[in-house]
């Protein structure tokens, strides 16, 4: 009886272990508040999504010269990073066929994969601007999370990538 007892105590401290450590809430965190260049202009929890939005102080949805963007992509199909970068890439191509793509970085040896990279449009029409993007993907357990900046010019300038580059890199998955 006592056998069987710790068998089932051994049991129930398991199951609760691992029920415990599947409960865990990831959490993508990049905190585009803290050096008060951003500030947030919009937060929306969709199903498939959730969006915030962010501009410098002074600046609005409606009049921008820089957004910045966190985007979490909800219970979506895993794929390679490259695969994903170069999704995101021929989708904005079929919209501006004269899209450019640049790699910056990426790292794979972590549980919490990325990749960096930044487009350039440089078509200037009526109804679009030129702008650049640079993007940060992050592969988690829940989903993808990307943070973008994007400016109004045709191209980043290196200091620019540099910065931004340093600032999304500090993005991380964390499990609370």
Do not use: C
Request: no cysteine; hydrophobic share 40%; charged share 25%.
């Amino acid at each position: 009886m006592k056998k069987y007892s710790f068998i089932l105590i051994y049991l129930l401290f398991a199951s609760n272990l691992f029920f415990a450590q599947t409960q865990k809430k990831e959490v993508y965190e990049l905190n585009w508040l803290k050096d008060k260049s951003w500030h947030l202009i919009q937060d929306n929890e969709m199903p498939a999504f959730t969006v915030q939005l962010y501009t410098p102080p002074n600046e609005t949805i409606d009049n921008w010269s820089v957004l910045g963007n966190t985007t979490h992509y909800k219970n979506v199909e895993d794929m390679p990073l490259d695969t994903l970068m170069y999704k995101m890439f021929y989708q904005t191509r079929n919209l501006f066929s004269q899209a450019q793509l640049h790699f910056i970085a990426k790292n794979e040896n972590t549980k919490k994969n990325w990749i960096l990279f930044y487009m350039d449009v440089p078509e200037v029409s009526a109804e679009k601007a030129a702008d650049s993007q640079i993007l940060h993907l992050t592969i988690g357990k829940n989903g993808i999370y990307s943070s973008i900046i994007t400016v109004k010019k045709r191209h980043f300038t290196d200091s620019e990538i540099k910065k931004f580059s340093a600032f999304l890199r500090k993005s991380k998955l964390v499990y609370k």
